[in-house]
């Protein structure tokens, strides 16, 4: 089952304590559903994999620049079976006027991850776990990586609080949300979604649900026009006009 936009925000809106463990696990699971990824694509991206850039189109740096001037964020995605071209992929969302915004997570979270870096008087290594925290709660101050687990749990219990089957949810139900928010709202057509969730086969397919909010702009569609395809009468005998 999708992760819809509104169980989106209650997991955005139930992390969002100011704890820094649960930021981390509120952008990936915010990256999973804007960019359309496996579990296993969040779990493995690395520092390196993100590119800010600001209005002018100007790549900022990571280990000095104001990133809140950022307007645009890049994931470069590593090679996978799966890809449309076979050779890895970079994909692109810019910044939003909502609670749910991936750029604003993104440098919220990649500065967090910068001031611990030059806590140890280090550059942010781009070769680290991008989802990784310092866990405050224990005396020694580890560092962690997110895990699958962490994130399928919480999806799970949010789901949960929603009502919603714990078993209907799923790895795959990020990928599958953001797929199905892509095509319903934006206008996107299949093609869209696939090129850009990179998907090889037509498999995306089965990730696709049709949802109430698509209904509005297909109504329009379906209303539009309507004498082009009208049955009139004339003459008593029924006459098709297309």
Same mark, same amino acid.
């Given at each position: 089952?999708?992760?819809?936009?509104?169980?989106?925000?209650?997991? !955005?809106?139930?992390?969002? =304590?100011?704890?820094?463990?649960?930021?981390?696990?509120?952008?990936?699971?915010?990256?999973?559903?804007?960019?359309?990824?496996?579990?296993?694509?969040?779990?493995?991206?690395?520092?390196?994999?993100?590119?800010?850039?600001?209005?002018?189109?100007?790549?900022?740096?990571?280990?000095?620049?104001?990133?809140?001037?950022?307007?645009? !964020?890049?994931?470069?995605?590593?090679?996978?079976?799966?890809?449309? =071209?076979?050779?890895?992929?970079?994909?692109?969302? @810019?910044?939003?006027?909502? =609670? &749910?915004?991936? !750029?604003?997570?993104?440098?919220?979270?990649?500065?967090?991850?910068?001031?611990?870096?030059?806590?140890? %008087?280090?550059? &942010?290594?781009?070769?680290?776990?991008?989802?990784?925290?310092?866990?405050?709660?224990?005396?020694? @101050?580890?560092?962690?990586?997110?895990?699958? %687990?962490?994130?399928?749990?919480?999806?799970?219990?949010?789901?949960?609080?929603?009502?919603?089957?714990?078993?209907?949810?799923?790895?795959?139900?990020?990928?599958?949300?953001?797929?199905?928010?892509?095509?319903?709202?934006?206008?996107?057509?299949?093609?869209?979604?696939?090129?850009? @969730?990179?998907?090889?086969? =037509?498999?995306?397919?089965?990730? &696709?649900?049709?949802?109430?909010?698509?209904?509005?702009?297909?109504?329009?569609?379906?209303?539009?026009?309507?004498?082009?395809?009208?049955?009139?009468?004339?003459?008593?005998?029924?006459?098709?006009?297309?």
């Amino acid at each position: 089952m999708p992760v819809s936009w509104a169980l989106l925000m209650y997991i !955005v809106r139930q992390l969002g =304590d100011g704890s820094w463990r649960n930021l981390i696990i509120m952008v990936a699971i915010l990256v999973g559903w804007w960019f359309l990824c496996r579990i296993s694509e969040i779990i493995a991206f690395r520092v390196g994999n993100v590119n800010f850039y600001d209005a002018s189109g100007d790549r900022l740096n990571v280990d000095k620049d104001d990133l809140s001037t950022a307007v645009e !964020v890049d994931l470069m995605f590593a090679v996978t079976k799966n890809d449309v =071209d076979g050779d890895g992929a970079i994909r692109t969302h @810019g910044r939003v006027s909502s =609670d &749910l915004c991936v !750029v604003a997570a993104l440098v919220k979270m990649v500065t967090y991850r910068r001031d611990q870096a030059a806590k140890k %008087s280090m550059n &942010l290594d781009p070769m680290s776990p991008l989802f990784k925290f310092v866990d405050d709660s224990e005396d020694s @101050g580890s560092e962690k990586q997110i895990t699958r %687990s962490t994130i399928v749990r919480v999806l799970k219990a949010a789901a949960s609080a929603a009502g919603i089957p714990e078993a209907k949810i799923s790895c795959h139900s990020l990928r599958s949300g953001g797929a199905v928010q892509m095509l319903s709202v934006s206008g996107s057509s299949y093609s869209d979604v696939r090129l850009f @969730g990179r998907w090889r086969s =037509d498999c995306a397919r089965i990730y &696709l649900r049709a949802v109430r909010g698509m209904m509005s702009e297909v109504s329009a569609r379906m209303a539009a026009n309507s004498t082009d395809c009208t049955v009139m009468l004339a003459g008593g005998s029924r006459v098709k006009r297309y």
